[in-house]
Every structure is written in structure tokens, then in C-alpha cells.
């Protein structure tokens, strides 16, 4: 694949992630707030439209699908958790990715990486600073040059303590109580002063190597999008509040890349409303697959080892057979005689308030594992509308019921993404998440032998 572009600009390659955005809801914001740079994104790219996550629809396996063009069962990432044979789960790692995958940074001379999810342990070799599942800021940059550069231009910048600390205490399990004590639009509008000022702070950061060029290729992952999606989705004046200050940032980006640079601009997945919960693992329980453990009067947790399936993280099930856990207790025939019924039963939940299936799609991982990764059975897809819980119901009720937390935005598969070379050519063409690996390819100026690559 040649490089189409004008030949005018500079070999630089700018990649911007912006966690969780999607058109649609840019477009919404258009409507009532100014969205200037988003339409000036839009017109001058080479290629834009909408990307489609892979499955399971969550950042670690979506951005490392884009990172590498390969899906999780070639990368082993699935979800912000690993889970081994012995049913411990531990934080997601860059070790824990196929050691044969290489990102697309790794085919670059002079590469400078920020914030990009999954990059823990962060390489010595490269000015890196480590994103999403970094556990503390002073570990996410292990180059000594680099780290003193940073020291010495951004003092006060902590990208994990400030992420954590918003985080946390906006989050639906801090907030879950708090209509009892204060105003939901006062949480919000205390949440949405953090964000905003947190959100400067990176682009502060990004904007200045952007500016210093002295890279082949820079890139910057923001996951405030994705944070502010799910708890302002349904507040749409604080919600395009902070999407037009994301359109004033990315206008500070275009008049540094246009006719200089090349530019690639993606989500990971996208973000939609939802109003009700599906407590996978309480169906489980109800249709004798799980047992659980009654913490106290309202919370209930699965035993893992004792149980013959269950449901953990964004979408993934998993049968506790004897070839994958070294205390399994199913056969191969058992293992797929319960997934033959489980598959069965969950196409056929349906909401008992307005009669529709609540499951979109369900799809069957084929390989068992990857190093010490477990890979989950089934992957489940929600429907519009609704969000899967690896809990049980709080309110003692079913398994589908209406949601009473905070949040207003879960995930979505679809995102969004433009690309922009010199030629303003405009061709709407929606993609893969995996695509963009080959999207980015004819910028290597190291070109690898495919063959090379064990996929």
C-alpha cells in the first residue's frame, strides 16, 4: 500500500485516541453547542466514518486491536483483568500480550507514546509514558532522559493520581448512596469541574511535543470521553460542555498538523444510554450453573471454584472446565453441553417490562488460552438499552431490572475515527478497529516481513 497523501507534508504521524467517541454524539452537541473543529476534522480528512470494536467491547481489548490490527484472541488481551488456572485475577499488563504482536509504534525510529492503554511496564528504550492500568505515576515512564524532561517542563502533572482521584470518587460504586445525601446535578456539575481541568492538563501536555516535532510518530490517549460518557450521557448541557472544550483542544491540534503532518483520530468503541441492568450471574444462580456467597443483607458474590459458569468483566463468560482450571469441574462434553445451554437460554432472556431479548449477540471464543491469559468461552453483546452486570440484583428483585446507579452511558461496539494525509478527498468508509493497523502501516519507515509476524 503506497502512501497517498500530499506530498507537501512531512512524514510525521500524529495518532489521537480519543476513548469512547462516536460521531453520533458529536453531531448531537452540534446541534446546540459549536462544534467548529469536529466539522473542520470532518471535511478535511482523506477518510473517515465509523469503527467498529471487536469483541469484547471494552478499552484494553479495543485499543490493542488498534494497536497491533490483530483481534484478542491473536493479541490475549480481553479486558482490564487477567484471569489464570488457578481463577486469580491480576491487572492487565503489557507482559500478558502475545510476545509476537509488535504495535505500531515499535515500527517507528523515533516514537513518542502518552497515555496509550495497556503499556504497562513502560520500555526503557523509548520516551513512554504508560497509560490505562498503570497502578502509580511514578512508574509509568521507565526512561531516565525522559522522565527528567517531564520532572522538569510538567512539575505538577500526575496522570494516574489525577485519573484515579476523578475516578473514584465519582464513580457509580462511590455515588450508588448519594441521592440520599446530596443532588445528582451537583455531583455532576463537581465531577465535570474536575474533568475539564483534568482534560486541559493532558492536552497541555500532548499539545507541547506536538509542537517540539521531534518524533516520527507521537501518540496520546485520552480516556476522559469515555469517563465523562458514562456519567453525563443523559446530562446533555454538562455533557456537550465538555465536548465543546474537547473541540476547542483537537481545534489546537488541526493548526498544528494540517498541510504539515498526517493525523489519525479514533475512539475505541463508542458510547450509548442504557436504562437497565442485566445480572448475568443472578441468571446463572437461577438456572443452577452458580453459587454464591451472601456477603451481608444486600450483597451476594459468586463462588468461582465451585460454580460451572460464570460472568466477570465486560461481556465475558466462563465455563469452569477441567482443560482450562486446575480445579475445574466439567469435561469437554460437559463443558460443551452446558455452553450448548447457555447459549440457548441467554438468546431467549427477554425484558419482562417490554418483552424484547436483551442479549444482541453472543460470540464463541475459539481458543482456550494465551500465556497465562484464560481466554473467556462467550463473549455477550447487551442490547440497545441495556448494560450486563457481573453482580446480583442489590434490590432483590430480577435478574433484568431497571438501573439506580448514576451512570447513563455504557459502552457501544460502534466508534468513530478520521484520517487525514495532505488530501482532502472526504471518502466515508466505516472500518474495523483492526483496519487501523493497516491504515497507519504505509507511514512505517521500518517495514516489517508480514511473514515475520506470527498472527
Known amino acids: 500500500m503506497e502512501k497517498s497523501g500530499d506530498d507537501s507534508i512531512s512524514d510525521k504521524l500524529v495518532f489521537l ?31 473517515y466514518g465509523q469503527l467498529s470494536c471487536m469483541d469484547p467491547i471494552v478499552s484494553p481489548a479495543s485499543w490493542t486491536s488498534i494497536a497491533t490490527g490483530c483481534i484478542p484472541e491473536e493479541h490475549w488481551i480481553y479486558d482490564f483483568f487477567i484471569l489464570d488456572e488457578q481463577l486469580n485475577r491480576s491487572r492487565t499488563t503489557r507482559n500478558h500480550m502475545n510476545p509476537h504482536m509488535m504495535p505500531f509504534w515499535d515500527f517507528f525510529e523515533q516514537p513518542l507514546l502518552l497515555h496509550y492503554p495497556c503499556t504497562f511496564p513502560p520500555v526503557k528504550t523509548m520516551r513512554m509514558a504508560s497509560g490505562m492500568l498503570t497502578p502509580r505515576h511514578e512508574l509509568g515512564i521507565a526512561n531516565e532522559s525522559f522522565r527528567k524532561y517531564m520532572n522538569n517542563h510538567f512539575p505538577a502533572y500526575n496522570m494516574v493520581t489525577n485519573n484515579a482521584q476523578v475516578f473514584r470518587k465519582f464513580s457509580p460504586q462511590r455515588i450508588f448512596t448519594r441521592p440520599f445525601r446530596r443532588s445528582l446535578e451537583k455531583t455532576q456539575r463537581e465531577f465535570l469541574k474536575k474533568e475539564l481541568a483534568y482534560l486541559d492538563q493532558q492536552m497541555e501536555v500532548f499539545l507541547h511535543f506536538l509542537s517540539r516535532k521531534d518524533f516520527d510518530i507521537l501518540g496520546f490517549v485520552t480516556a476522559s470521553p469515555d469517563v465523562t460518557g458514562h456519567l453525563l450521557y443523559n446530562n446533555h448541557e454538562l455533557h456537550y460542555i465538555f465536548l465543546q472544550r474537547l473541540d476547542h483542544h483537537l481545534g489546537e491540534v488541526l493548526d498544528c498538523v494540517e498541510n504539515e503532518m498526517n493525523l489519525l483520530v479514533c475512539s475505541d468503541h463508542g458510547m450509548h444510554p442504557f436504562t437497565r441492568h442485566v445480572y448475568i450471574n ?64 441467554l438468546e431467549n432472556v427477554y425484558d419482562p417490562f417490554s418483552n424484547t ?3 444482541k449477540s453472543i460470540y464463541e471464543v475459539k481458543k482456550d488460552r494465551g500465556g497465562q491469559n484464560i481466554f473467556p468461552d462467550l463473549i455477550l453483546e447487551p442490547a440497545e438499552g441495556y448494560e450486563l452486570s457481573s453482580t446480583y440484583n442489590l434490590w432483590g428483585k430480577g435478574p433484568v431490572d431497571a438501573t439506580r446507579d448514576y451512570r447513563s452511558g455504557t459502552h457501544h461496539r460502534m466508534g468513530m475515527y478520521a484520517y487525514y494525509d495532505g488530501n482532502s478527498t472526504g471518502v466515508c468508509k466505516d472500518i474495523l478497529a483492526t483496519d487501523v493497523f493497516s491504515i497507519l502501516s504505509p507511514h512505517f519507515p521500518k517495514t516489517p516481513e508480514i511473514a515475520d509476524i506470527d498472527f
Open 17 to 47: 485516541g480519543l476513548d469512547a467517541l462516536t460521531w453520533r454524539v458529536v453531531k448531537d452537541a452540534a446541534r446546540i453547542m459549536d462544534m467548529t473543529h469536529f466539522k473542520r476534522l470532518e471535511a478535511m480528512a482523506t477518510q
Open 357 to 359: 431479548k436483551v442479549i
Open 282 to 345: 443472578q441468571l446463572f444462580h437461577e438456572w443452577g450453573y452458580q453459587e454464591y456467597n451472601r456477603i451481608n443483607l444486600i450483597f451476594k458474590k459468586p463462588i468461582l471454584h465451585t460454580s460451572k459458569i460464570f460472568f466477570l468483566g465486560h461481556g465475558l463468560v466462563f465455563i469452569n472446565s477441567k482443560e482450562k482450571f486446575s480445579q475445574g469441574m466439567l469435561t469437554r462434553e460437559e463443558t460443551e453441553q452446558v455452553k450448548s445451554e447457555i447459549i440457548t437460554r
